[in-house]
């Protein structure tokens, strides 16, 4: 059982820890920058107070030509504690917030090799959206 | 994109006795659902008896079961059963040309995208979906 809860600046060092080890990237300026009066930054927390996982998203209007939509731009969940439906939870928590906004659909992009993450999004009903993301190497 | 047909009665099977995995049903039974030829259907049930998503009975009356993880199994599983994987495809004339290179990494791109589609919906997600049809079983 966790609770979902707004993120604060103290929950900054084990967001950025827990997101360091499953991506091996640090992008600890990335994370304060979610604490923005804009953002949804949510987090899921143990009944010991531990960090369970987190999710960060906004709502963006005309972002590429779109009307208003809510973006998820991170979600990571603890990975012993997955298959409890803490990512589930963290994701209605911000899709409830994105109606709270009046919005009526919810975004994401996801790197097309990554089938967990991709499979989770699609066990919460979402589908291929109406864009197509394009890439250039510019090295 | 167009499957083959054994990979579409493979699907069909599979989230038919998925959809109860107490339930069994003879091949004739599938294949009267989806009005194909039973023949066809007792082969492709093999292929699934051979992977372990389904359980089978003998004989034209004997009754199958689904065997699989709902939530482990996704569409891509059972598609590799029947399609050949993109780097076992054989080589197509021309394709050594810089036209052909060309051409190929794009329908790269197109198989890419369509794998990693099938390979991120799990049967369970499937049977869930929102699908009148899916829904009613």
Known sequence: MVAIRLAQASDLPAISALDRRLTGSDKPQYWQDMLGPDRHFLVAETDKGALAGFIAGEVRAWEFGQPAAGWVFAIQIEPRLRLHGVGTQLFEALVARFKAKGVTRVRTLVDRKDHLILSFFRAQGMVAGPSLQLDKDLS | ?137
């Open chain 2, 1 to 137: 994109m167009k499957l083959q047909t054994g990979t579409r009665l493979g699907l069909y099977a599979v989230l038919e006795l998925a959809r109860d995995p107490e339930r069994t049903l003879s091949a004739a039974d599938l294949a009267e659902r989806f009005g194909v030829s039973s023949h066809h259907l007792a082969k492709v049930l093999r292929t699934l008896g051979s992977a372990g998503l389904v359980r089978g009975g003998r004989g034209a009356s004997g009754g199958y079961r689904f065997t699989g993880n709902r939530r482990r199994t996704t569409l891509m599983d059972i598609v590799a059963l029947f399609e050949p994987a993109p780097g076992q495809r054989a080589k197509e004339s021309g394709e050594d040309t810089d036209i052909g290179a060309a051409l190929q990494r794009v329908l790269m791109e197109i198989d890419e995208i369509a794998e990693a589609t099938l390979r991120s919906i799990s049967l369970e997600t499937m049977l869930k979906s929102k699908g009148p049809s899916l829904r009613s079983g």
